[in-house]
């Protein structure tokens, strides 16, 4: 008889629940690299670092989550990801991820510039720079 266990996944963010279904793996962008896990993974409280979220359903299909800064939290079957956004890859609108990418660009293009360098903080335009270009990488998956 088969393994009838399967993983729950959720992804939340501060705009309210991304993704719940039951999955046979998720694979998270940790800040050290990636985290693959199955059914019955040890307990685990992990950092997670701007990337995409992939989840392979109990089909075999894979979903794409383009997912930013946060935690993972992995107990009796269930994992919970927390970040501070996270989009499926299908409602990714690109246009808006484009724009957003070339806005941080254009704010990091300032730091040679003496006079707006009070002005511009570079930490977020460069954070904002990654979001927009896994936003753009995310939306180019397919299921």
Known sequence: ????????????????????QDVAMVVLPGIDGELGI????Q???TLLGVGETRIRDLDGTWEYVATGIGY????FDKVLVV????ELAGRIDVGRA???????????QERHDPGAQAEVD??????ALKRAANRLRVAGRTR
Request: charged share 30%; no cysteine.
């Open 1 to 20: 008889m088969a393994d009838e266990r399967v993983l729950h996944v959720e992804v939340v963010t501060p705009d309210g629940e991304v993704y719940s």
């Open 38 to 41: 199955l059914v019955r993974h």
């Open 43 to 45: 307990p685990l409280v």
């Open 72 to 75: 993972a939290q992995v107990l």
């Open 83 to 86: 970040a501070d956004h996270g």
């Open 98 to 108: 484009e724009e957003a990418q070339r806005r941080a660009g254009e704010r990091l």
């Open 122 to 127: 570079y930490f977020r335009a460069e954070q």
